[in-house]
């Protein structure tokens, strides 16, 4: 019990005194929503990992992508974060 704390301050303070110290709750950041892009046609998933700053083959593994020459346009894609 803090020092400052005795029997002569009102029972307002003497409970808040001996109440345990707690820490505030800081609520953790959400993480940030997953970035997607719809293949438009003529795409190409070279030029959508150039166009994101990211590599061909993270981008297709991200999506589960094994023919890189073989995507679909109104296919969504998820686009890694690095």
Do not use: E
């Not at 803090?2 to 307002?12: F, G, L, V």
């Not at 800081?26 to 892009?37: E, G, K």
Request: net charge negative; with cysteine.
């Amino acid at each position: 019990m803090d020092s400052t704390c005795n029997a002569d301050y009102p029972d307002k303070l003497l409970a808040f005194c001996q109440s345990p110290a707690t820490t505030p709750q800081v609520p953790s950041p959400s993480p940030a929503p997953a970035q997607t892009y719809t293949v438009q046609a003529g795409d190409t998933l070279s030029g959508i990992a150039n166009k994101f700053g990211v590599s061909v083959s993270a981008l297709a593994a991200a999506n589960g992508i094994q023919n890189l020459n073989l995507i679909y346009a109104g296919q969504v894609l998820r686009i890694p974060t690095n």
